[in-house]
């Protein structure tokens, strides 16, 4: 089984710290790992072959290939 979880892009806004930085902390850089997503992938079996893509980071393919395919959110 193929495994593929997406940390979607996050928008600019007082909760994506951006504004910590530019008013606060000038010069630095603040980092948000999508633990959920890294917490979801550890828990899977061992057998599966799992991909986590950061939509901050990188792009998402535009034709994924995987059996299961999960997304986070916040709300």
Known sequence: MHLLLINPK????FWS???ANTRIL???RTGNPPLG???LAA????NWD???IDENVTSIPLEP???VI????MA
């Open 10 to 13: 996050f928008p600019e806004s």
């Open 17 to 19: 710290f951006k504004w």
């Open 26 to 28: 000038p010069h630095s």
């Open 37 to 39: 997503l890294a917490t």
């Open 43 to 46: 828990l899977t079996p061992a």
């Open 50 to 52: 799992i991909t986590l």
């Open 65 to 67: 290939s995987a059996d």
């Open 70 to 73: 999960g997304i986070c959110g």
